[in-house]
């Protein structure tokens, strides 16, 4: 037959009296405990209650916070003296007892007990004949404080030491709810922060906050390039605007943006219709000229010769000017290169006026690049730093580029102000075209990619501050 279904013998009399005199005990404890809503007068009614049923002479109760102890209640009404030598000489045997993990009692009340060290609490003892008891609270595994009792007149007996002992594990708890309760807003703020610090200490969750420590020790500390920049487009390094070289008509055109030209090309033609009429009347009267010249001449009429002489000058001199005239009619490009600006095609026979533009000419292989610089990112932009540019039509082919003049005058371009940054491409630029658009950016030093994501909302918050209170 099993052991646990053997008959067991039932409780004596006395048992029985004294089971229901601890339960007792324990409860008017507990409703002194539950009495109060305020720690120090709970913990004050519950030692009270616990020196009249036990018939102790001292008690008193601490308890134990980040490694501080505060005496919460003594007995027969004493005052919570917090640097007095008796409070000193109370604390150490707190720590004594909360240091051994165990109930220490001085002199030695089981017979057969581990050794513990009793100095502190032989100190505690009044006289040879009396007997001091510490006794652990403990709340959810942790030791929260410690109750330490005296008895002067008779010992205290082991099965006291386990009514004390219930009694402590009863009472842990309550207590320790109170105390929390009873926290200030910046110390319940501490103590969530601790809570969840070792949380996080512990488990999968360490790992993970490593992990978080070293990426953001890498974007506070790492030092990366900093850049800025802004819209960018290519232009040739050197455009030459072609205008009209006087009051004439369109007549025809060789060339449309985008097409490349060679030197002395024929771009555009104006009519010179006019222009060989006039050519033809002073070649004429330039004729007539010269042969009322000859026949003075050989009259010997020396007058005749120097009038038909200067106007025959006249003549010349006319006719080399529209000589001149049509010869700038027909208007060639100056070097090779490709149009980027000035389509006519679709202005044939329009009327143009002397100084017209007609076409801009740029030519291939030279190029500078214009970037838009916002005012809040130009301060750190100086002549000789370099960048890159990532263009809308080759975003996978970026080209270096390098400062060589930044414009000194801002503009407004869509309601911002913008710096307009000069820079030449270092690559060969091969299949670039001007017109091209795209982003570039600058390197202007070194900064952590959390210090250069920050700057703006920096800036903008100093600046707002400095506005309001100068």
């Known amino acids: ?70 005496v919460v209640a003594l007995s027969g009404g004493l005052p919570l003296a917090q640097a007095t030598p008796a409070s000193d000489m109370l604390r150490r045997a707190w720590a004594e ?63 006291e030491l386990d009514t004390l002992e219930h009694l402590a594990c009863l009472a842990a708890p309550v207590l320790t709810l109170m105390r929390l309760n009873q926290r200030r807003g910046g110390e319940r703020l501490r103590d969530a922060l601790q809570a ?11 790992w993970a906050l490593a992990f978080g420590a070293v990426a953001l020790a890498v974007l506070v500390l ?11 487009r290519l232009e040739g390094a050197v455009q030459r605007v072609l205008v009209a070289p006087a009051d004439g008509f369109l007549s025809h055109v060789h060339a449309r943006p985008g097409d490349a030209v060679k030197a002395g090309q024929v771009l555009v033609e104006l009519a010179d219709q006019d222009l060989q009429l006039e050519q033809q009347r002073w070649q004429s ?27 025959a000058a006249e003549a010349e001199a006319q006719l080399a000017l529209v000589q001149m005239k049509l010869e700038r009619g027909r208007i060639e490009a100056p070097f090779d290169g490709v149009v980027v600006q000035g389509d006519l095609s679709q202005q044939l026979g329009a009327p143009l006026t002397q100084g017209a533009e007609l076409m801009t000419v740029a030519p291939l292989g030279r190029f500078r690049v214009m970037v838009e610089v916002d005012e809040r990112d130009i301060a750190p932009v100086a002549v000789g730093q370099s960048g890159s540019l990532a263009l809308s039509a080759l975003p996978w082919d970026t080209q270096p580029i390098r400062i060589t003049r ?38 202007v030093g070194e900064r952590s990619w959390l210090a250069a994501a920050s700057r703006r909302v920096i800036d903008a918050t100093r600046l707002a501050l400095w506005s309001w209170w100068g």
């Open 285 to 311: 009267a330039l004729a007539q000229h010269e042969n009322a010249y000859a026949a003075a001449n050989a009259h010997a009429d020396r007058a005749q010769q120097v009038i038909h002489q200067s106007r």
């Open 406 to 443: 930044i414009t000194p005058m801002a503009s407004v371009l869509d309601g911002r102000n913008v710096f307009e940054v000069e820079a030449a491409l270092q690559g060969p630029g091969a299949g670039l075209r001007p017109g091209l658009q795209g982003t570039a950016h600058i390197v």
């Open 1 to 70: 037959m099993s052991a646990h279904l053997l008959p067991q013998p039932a409780p004596t009399e006395p048992t029985r009296h004294a089971d229901a005199s601890a339960a007792a005990t324990a409860m008017d404890l507990q409703a002194a405990l539950l009495s109060q809503l305020r720690l120090h007068d709970a913990a004050a009614a519950w030692v009270r209650e616990l020196a009249t049923r036990l018939h102790f002479e001292r008690v008193s109760l601490g308890l134990v916070a980040r490694g501080e102890w505060q």
């Open 97 to 159: 007892a909360l240091d051994q993990g165990a109930t220490i009692t001085f002199p030695e009340a089981r017979p057969g007990a581990h050794p513990r060290i009793t100095l502190a609490h032989s100190r505690l003892r009044d006289g040879p004949g009396g007997m001091v008891a510490s006794v652990l609270l403990v709340a959810g595994g942790t030791p929260v404080g410690t109750l330490t009792v005296a008895r002067q007149a008779q010992p205290i007996a082991p099965q």
């Open 196 to 206: 969840a610090w070792a949380r996080q200490r512990q488990g999968p969750a360490r």
């Open 222 to 232: 790492w030092p990366l390039d900093w850049q800025v920049g802004g819209h960018a």
